[in-house]
């Protein structure tokens, strides 16, 4: 097994991320009812997200804190649903690359999930 080196890596790191959470009935609904995500759109913004977040490759504007406000406006995103998204995303890293960018990527997310989770709590209150 190989390390994350490119951005196509990081595709085939999401897409394969994206299957497992579509498959996953107790997540799923979060990206095909609360949001009706077009994965052909969706996925390409991942990748420019990672791709900034592990290779410092910039292109990322959007304000990630606020996308996911407003979906836990409509539908809290709950911490049992932060769990399920990091044990989807740290079982894709692990099936498929193995090094300090897989490492690296895995400890971003986290602290990202943690980070989005406290913050959609407050919101609720
Ligand atoms: C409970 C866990 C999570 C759920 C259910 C969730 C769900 C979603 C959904 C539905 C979207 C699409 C929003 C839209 O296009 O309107 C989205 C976008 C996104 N999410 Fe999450 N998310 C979760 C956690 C995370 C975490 C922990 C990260 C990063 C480590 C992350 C990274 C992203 C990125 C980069 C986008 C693209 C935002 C953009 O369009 O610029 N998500 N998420």
């Known amino acids: 097994m190989k390390d994350i080196e ?3 890596d990081l595709y085939r790191l999401v897409d394969e991320f994206y299957k497992k959470l579509l498959s996953d009935s ?3 609904y979060i990206f095909t009812d609360v949001v009706k995500l077009n994965l052909e759109e969706h996925l ?12 410092n490759t ?3 504007f959007n ?4 996308i996911h406000l407003d979906i836990s406006k409509k539908e809290y995103l709950t911490p049992e649903l932060f ?4 044990y989807h995303f740290n ?4 099936e498929l690359f193995t090094g300090s960018n897989a490492e690296k990527i895995k400890t ?7 980070v989005l989770e406290i913050k959609t709590r407050q919101e609720k209150k």
């Not at 991942?46 to 290779?55: A, D």
């Not at 304000?63 to 606020?66: K, S």
């Not at 971003?108 to 943690?114: K, P």
């Open 6 to 8: 490119n951005n196509d």
């Open 26 to 28: 107790s997540i799923s």
């Open 44 to 55: 390409p913004i991942l990748v420019t997200f990672w791709s900034q977040s592990l290779f």
């Open 58 to 60: 910039g292109g990322y």
């Open 63 to 66: 304000n990630l804190t606020q």
């Open 83 to 86: 769990k399920i998204w990091l």
């Open 91 to 94: 079982t894709t890293v692990n």
């Open 108 to 114: 971003q997310a986290l602290n990202i999930a943690t």
